[in-house]
């Protein structure tokens, strides 16, 4: 027999869902507030929110130490952007620079799932999507982490976003008003407590517009 | 020429794994820690065993130590390498105090600190086998966290490590409040120890309780808990039981 010994993995799963919607002026960005490994909560409120510049915010599940490197690398990122240029990186900057950080270790990835969501340089909202090891896309809304294949369905069911390949490309922005966005966010994360056990505790709603940033919290199933 | 050096790049050859380094597994091992906010600050528990695989080594380990003024450390995990960290704690400790400027690092720093050398040493694949508890009060804010071997951390308002996230930490979730007494918060935590006591075999009946306040870190004599166990499921748990011996 071989000898029995206790084993380690660098990588841990810790759970958690995160949702962005876009709107003609605004964006949604949500996630719940609980931190599991494996069959343990560790914490229900822990936020999966950062915000990275006036007008991005990113949501992260994945492996927590990671989302957490990433997002000091981000904000290490963002400083010295705005000591050279004297301003706040845009979101769709921000967006090429998450997907170069996160391709940088392409070969001992971030395992981190992130949302990156915000205003455009127009003032339009906007949303994007990456896998672990950066590759991206804009989109209208997205859910990642462990709820998103409960979610992702019931989004695409929900707001028919127009195909990527339609020629002349058509705006991904949802029609939903800045209500009903939040409303949706609140019944998709409802029901993904019910079924993902690495969801639940509280959810929190990030609302980005005009106004600048508003912050909702809403109580979820804690079992 | 010589004979002797001309075998030495052989030796490499074999891989990073002949002359590895690295703690692939850990030897002498802490079990649980537990720690709690109350009124005035944080209460930790620890015990004082400290096993070889499933050996009862050692049974008079230290496994909570106070940090500079503010903080408190309790591990559980490899011991070996929770004397490291301390290592390094004091040399940080040290250079902060050498600045001489009336400032000192918080429980918040030094738990920042302890998340960037668990993840840069697992970043590594060298980790230090560890899951470490930090309390700590500093102008009148509490801190209360955690860092497991890989980096991942976290605040709350209780904590445990290894078996006490399992067996304690839902006793804290339905016993715990922010405004316990002392005495209360000492009932609590002696409450868990006991259940990890009669539940995770490498605990053993010696352990410590340690605070810290605005006024510092005081850690208490290592004292036995009272126990019970003359159940009769405990003194012949087989009587009734059908089996083929």
């Known amino acids: 027999m071989t000898k029995q010994h206790a084993n380690w993995s660098p990588y841990d799963n810790n759970g958690g869902t995160c949702v962005a919607i876009a709107g003609a002026d605004y964006c949604v960005i949500a996630a719940d507030t609980r931190m599991s490994t494996g069959y343990n909560i560790l914490t229900r409120d822990y936020s999966k929110i950062c915000k990275l510049a006036d007008k991005s915010l990113m949501a992260s599940s ?94 695409d069911n929900q707001l028919k976003s127009p195909s990527p390949l339609l020629l002349p490309a058509k705006d991904a922005v949802t029609p939903l008003t800045e209500e009903e966005a939040v409303d949706l966010v609140k019944v998709v994360f409802a029901s993904a407590t019910e079924r993902d056990i690495y969801t639940g505790d509280k959810l929190e709603i990030v609302i980005l517009n005009a106004n600048g940033i508003q912050c909702e919290l809403m109580d979820l199933r804690k079992d | 020429m010589n004979m002797v050096d001309s075998a030495q790049p052989f030796k490499t050859l074999l891989g990073p794994e002949s002359d590895s380094q690295r703690t692939q597994y850990p030897y002498v091992t802490g079990t649980s820690v537990v720690g709690v906010k109350y009124k005035d600050g944080i209460l930790m528990a620890s015990d004082m065993g400290a096993s070889y695989g499933s050996t009862l080594r050692y049974k008079s380990v230290e496994r909570m130590k106070p940090i500079g003024k503010h903080s408190l450390l309790g ?25 001489d400027d009336g400032n000192s690092l918080g429980p918040k720093e030094v738990h920042s600190y302890l998340t960037r050398v668990m993840y840069n040493r697992r970043n590594k694949f060298n980790p230090f086998w560890n899951s470490l508890v930090l309390g700590g009060v500093k102008n009148g804010q509490k801190y209360l966290g955690t860092v497991s071997m890989i980096g991942v951390h976290f605040e709350d308002s209780h904590v445990a490590t290894g078996f006490g996230n399992h067996l304690a930490r839902p006793i804290l979730r339905e016993e715990w409040n922010e405004n316990m007494s002392y005495e209360d918060g000492v009932k609590l935590l ?56």
């Open chain 1, 62 to 155: 994945g492996f927590q130490a990671d989302v957490r490197a990433l997002q000091k690398q981000l904000s290490a990122r963002h400083l010295i952007y705005q000591h050279q240029h004297n301003k706040q990186m845009s979101c769709p900057a921000m967006a090429q620079l998450l997907s170069n950080t996160l391709y940088y270790k392409r070969f001992f990835p971030y395992y981190a799932f992130n949302v990156l969501g915000g205003l455009d340089t127009e003032g339009k909202g906007c949303v994007y999507t990456y896998d672990a090891v950066g590759s991206y896309e804009r989109v209208g809304y997205s859910a990642q982490g462990s709820g998103a294949t409960l979610i992702t369905p019931f989004l």
């Open chain 2, 190 to 245: 002696e409450k868990c120890m006991r259940v990890l006591l009669y539940r995770d075999r490498s605990a053993v009946n010696k352990i410590q309780i340690a605070k810290i306040t605005e006024e510092g870190v005081t850690i208490s004599r290592p004292y036995a808990l009272k126990t019970f166990w003359e159940f009769n499921a405990f003194k012949n748990p087989t009587v009734g039981a059908e089996g083929s011996w």
């Open chain 2, 75 to 99: 591990a559980s995990g490899e011991i070996s390498d929770f004397q490291e960290i301390l290592h390094y704690l004091d040399e940080l400790i040290l250079y902060d105090n050498m600045w």
